[in-house]
């Protein structure tokens, strides 16, 4: 019943439009408070939570991908994959897809990666006649590969939370956002080749193809660069991100000389902002936390996962369901922050690998992204558009599909997450 109360009163304050890190917070709070327990524990949570090394790498990695946004990559990556993928069937979405990817294991933000290629594909894809709810979609969908493909910001939240290697997560990470690159690309082509709406083009020059690749090359070096020092060893994810943001400045502010000292100004503004807000919740996750172990809700809940679910697949169906309908009002973060806690020891429990189904989390996160009425990508790309969020609702429901598809072969296949960090 106490458990039952908890949930009750945590969604209502959400619903009523209750901040985030100020529902956990409070509510975390107001139960060591009821519960007898000491107040203190609230601030030595936050005060432990805070001062974690790994968390650097938020602002960071924000920083990184906001001058890369300033600086417009995104412009010359597209021109560059676009060059050498334009002439296939649907080739304009594939190279909308893959450099939704490269930029994603750029930027670790899938907001940053759907604003940034979305600014430079939307009008170029509708102007070569794709239907535009497809467009909305792709581009929606495209950019919930930045929370996947490594550095990935939830990914380093859940590491924080859980205590596992941030490093064997990021690795994780890669073969699924792979498969789900792979998986839109072939839905653009077929989408292209059976239902048409798009002008077919002919193959880009070999002059403008080698142009293109060396303007864009120097932000393909800088993915390689962050993946492979984390990779190799040489660097912590932290550090991977203090070199990353040194270099994005070297290539958007020297190389290219693209970068602004006004644009630098707002895009240390803007990492700021997205900073204290995901600091704001995750201090706020601690509390209530801190405070539903104490009650201990979670291992209520692991027992009776355990009396009443006795196999894994059955688990997967009933956390998939629990997180689709959370995404429908929840934002990524915050379920990655409050389902862990709940979650993990279940899963632990039917033997589930802890690496294993963070990627899985993150994965049903992505869903949330691109689900109404909180998804942010879908606002993202409605701004970008300026379209209406019905259309690129539906845009996103084939997409949606396949990242479910996904977690099924994902569910099928586990080694598809876990070779590459413990097998390789």
Not at 40 to 50: E, N
Not at 405 to 421: E, F, G, N
């Amino acid at each position: 019943m106490t458990t039952i109360l908890i949930l009750l009163a945590l969604f209502t304050l959400l619903l009523i439009r209750v901040p985030v890190a100020f529902t956990l917070g409070g509510l975390g709070l107001a139960l060591l408070l009821f519960g007898g327990f000491s107040p203190l524990m609230a601030p030595q949570a936050i005060l432990s939570t805070l001062d974690g090394f790994i968390l650097i790498a938020v602002p960071l990695f924000l920083l990184m991908s906001n001058v890369l946004l300033k600086g417009g990559v995104g412009k010359d990556l597209f021109a560059a994959v676009h060059a050498w993928v334009g002439h296939w069937p649907g080739g304009l979405a594939v190279a909308t897809i893959v450099s939704c990817g490269i930029f994603a294991a750029i930027s670790g933000s899938s907001v940053a990666t759907a604003a940034t290629i979305g600014t430079v594909a939307i009008p170029e894809m509708i102007s070569r006649g794709y239907e535009k709810k497809f467009v909305y979609g792709l581009l929606a969908a495209g950019g919930t590969l930045g929370i996947l493909i490594p550095p990935s910001i939830p990914m380093i939240v859940y590491g924080f939370v859980t205590e596992q290697s941030v490093i064997a997560l990021f690795l994780a990470g890669i073969g699924p956002g792979l498969l789900l690159v792979a998986l839109f690309i072939a839905f653009a082509m077929i989408y292209a080749r059976w239902f048409g709406g798009y002008t077919p083009e002919p193959p880009t020059s070999t002059k403008e193809r080698i142009s293109s690749t060396i303007r864009a090359l120097p932000s393909m070096v800088l993915a390689g660069v962050v993946i492979g020092v984390i990779y190799t060893g040489i660097a912590t994810p932290t550090e991977a991100a203090a070199i990353g943001f040194a270099v994005a400045l070297l290539i958007t502010g020297l190389y290219l000389r693209t970068l602004t000292w006004q644009g630098f100004k707002e895009a240390a503004f803007e990492s700021m902002v997205t900073t204290v807000a995901i600091l704001l919740i995750v201090a706020g996750a601690k509390v209530f936390g801190k405070a539903i172990t104490l009650y201990r809700i979670p291992q209520e809940i692991s027992m009776f996962i355990g009396q009443n679910i006795d196999t894994p697949l059955t688990f997967i169906l009933v956390v998939s369901v629990v997180l689709l309908i959370m995404g429908l009002v929840f934002e990524a973060l915050s379920m990655v922050l409050i389902m862990t806690p709940v979650l993990l020891p279940a899963a632990m429990a039917l033997g589930f690998d802890p690496i294993w189904f963070g990627v899985y989390m993150v994965v049903m996160v992505e869903c949330a992204l691109i689900t109404p009425p909180v998804g942010l990508n879908l606002y993202v790309i409605q701004s970008v558009a300026r379209s209406s969020l019905a259309d690129v609702s539906r845009g996103v429901l084939p997409f949606l599909a396949l990242m479910l598809l996904s977690v099924v072969i994902l569910y099928l296949w586990t080694d598809l997450a876990l070779y590459i960090p413990f097998k390789l």
